[in-house]
């Protein structure tokens, strides 16, 4: 068996201080880096975290990194902001995302619009949405986690802005719904259950997922028992970045579903989310 190539990363790029730093995406038109903060409910431009009680909670946050200059500017939310895409606007983007409830539009100066609501109203106490991405024609896909204690699954959600319909497109059961992405014919579409540890693949066909069947089963390639598959990226030659929650690295694997390169990273220990810029 080949040694996977490894790249060490020793010191970060930017020091935020994040709480629950998630979801991060680049804007190429304007070089901004928006990513959030869950924990904290900012949005800074996403993981996996317990809604705590009203009284105990804070602000949420969206970061807005300036790649050029590294300013950084944050938009400070009520509830969380869990993942982001970029959606036409004009002559540019604005940003698109899940909240807790669902799928918004973030409107700037702290406000977001609900676009669809589709948890039960007895589970949103209980559960919330967590990663999500968009497809080539803006379908946004995003999971929900799930609470073992209420019997209430994690699921996968599409959202159609075309008819703004929103539809389970997997009912699962899975546990908390994590990194997702499509191939570059966007003929294969991955998806994560995290505490599984798997990473599913599914036939796509312009919206329509079949055949889910597992992509990566981390712990049965050898990887640490307490780490978790986290978000994901898929590059330009169809390669799938994956992060390891509590694994202080990122895992490269091939079409094949072999480990073809390992970024680590000493000074993280839970890695939440990756992408690209430039």
Known sequence: MTTPEEIVVERPWLRVGCTLGEGPIYDPTTSILHFVDISEKRVMLLIVTTLRSPSQREKYKVYHVDT???EVK????EEPVTCLSL????????????AAQGFVHLLGNSELE????????????????NDG???SKG?????????PNHGIPGRLYRYD??????????PGPFTDSNGLGWSPDEKTFYFTDSLKNIIYAYDYDDGKLSNRRIFVDAIALGLPENSFCDGLCVDREG???SCRWGGSQIVRFAKDGTIDLVVRFPTAYSVTACCFGG
């Open 68 to 70: 050029k200059s590294l």
């Open 74 to 77: 944050f938009e400070q939310f």
């Open 87 to 98: 959606c036409e606007k004009g002559s540019g983007f604005q940003l698109a995302g899940t």
């Open 114 to 129: 609900y676009i669809s609501k589709p948890l039960p109203e007895d589970e949103t106490p209980h559960t919330r949405f």
């Open 133 to 135: 991405a968009c497809d």
């Open 139 to 147: 379908r946004f896909f995003a999971g929900s986690l799930y609470s």
């Open 161 to 170: 802005p075309l008819d703004k319909t929103c539809t389970i497109a997997d």
């Open 239 to 241: 390669f799938i970045w």
